[in-house]
């Protein structure tokens, strides 16, 4: 299996505990996105890897939240002393970007499975 | 503030019959819009795209329509399978005609499609 792969699919914890997540993207693929999606919500933007740089951070991300891609290969999202509210599935996605005659080409999101967080 | 809206969370249609799933969007840059499909315990999958400068783009039983001055994108699925069972989410991107580099989706609530047989 070659789509983005991520680990662990679920974990559960007490409040006050660190978590780490980690996503293994598609090889050749350039970006990687991490996305959040609670119930009855569509997933919603958290950061993205372009390569090793981490370009973009939404203020979702409060300073409890780190996200890596040391290698712009895989990347972790850790949460420190996890809160109730963090529970929510955490979404990795990657992509294949680049110009075309002048325009950035879209490539589409390939998601993984998600890891789902549940903070007791 | 919801920039990219979808306002039936659901929608039930019989199996061979036309499924539309409706998507407003808010925000005028947005440039470049994606449905993606949802099962239970899986992540999104693409399922189309189109660039604000078409009006219509197909792929099988998929066709997706852009009406860029009322921002109001709908996907049709035809004929309705009962594969097509689960939550469909709107995307939206900016910047991507401008030479930009913004690959933020922005997503609506999604939409629960339900085919019955």
């Known amino acids: 299996d070659t789509g983005v792969s991520q680990d662990p699919r679920h974990k559960i914890t007490k409040r006050g505990q660190n978590v780490t997540f980690r996503c293994d993207p598609i090889?050749?693929?350039?970006?990687l996105y991490w996305y959040r999606q609670t119930l009855g919500q569509g997933p919603e933007f958290l950061t993205y890897?372009?390569?090793?740089?981490?370009?973009?951070k939404s203020r979702l991300l409060s300073d409890r939240f780190s996200a890596e891609r040391p290698k712009g290969s895989f990347s972790t999202l850790e949460i420190q002393r996890t809160e109730q509210g963090d529970s929510a599935m955490y979404l990795c996605?990657?992509?294949?970007?680049?110009?075309?005659?002048?325009?950035?080409?879209?490539?589409?999101?390939?998601f993984g499975e998600g890891s789902r967080l549940t903070v007791l | 503030d919801q920039q990219v809206k979808q306002n039936s969370p659901s929608l039930s249609v019989q199996e061979g019959r036309i499924s539309i799933l409706n998507c407003d969007y808010t925000?005028?840059?947005?440039?470049?819009f994606l449905w993606y499909k949802k099962y239970p315990a899986e992540g999104p999958t693409f399922l189309i795209s189109?660039?604000?400068?078409?009006d219509k783009n197909e792929d099988g039983r998929f066709t997706v329509f852009l009406n860029k001055s009322a921002k109001h994108l709908s996907l049709h699925i035809v004929p309705s399978q009962p594969g097509d069972s689960a939550v469909y989410f709107c995307?939206?991107?900016?910047?991507?005609?401008?030479?930009?580099?913004?690959?933020?989706?922005?997503f609506g609530k999604g939409t629960l499609l339900t085919v019955n047989p």
């Open positions: 996605a990657s992509s294949l970007g680049g110009w075309d005659r002048g325009f950035f080409i879209t490539g589409e999101l390939f």
């Open positions: 090889s050749e693929h350039n970006r």
């Open positions: 890897f372009q390569n090793e740089a981490q370009l973009e």
């Open positions: 925000n005028s840059m947005f440039d470049y």
């Open positions: 189109i660039s604000s400068i078409k």
């Open positions: 995307a939206a991107i900016s910047g991507t005609n401008s030479g930009g580099s913004n690959y933020k989706l922005t």
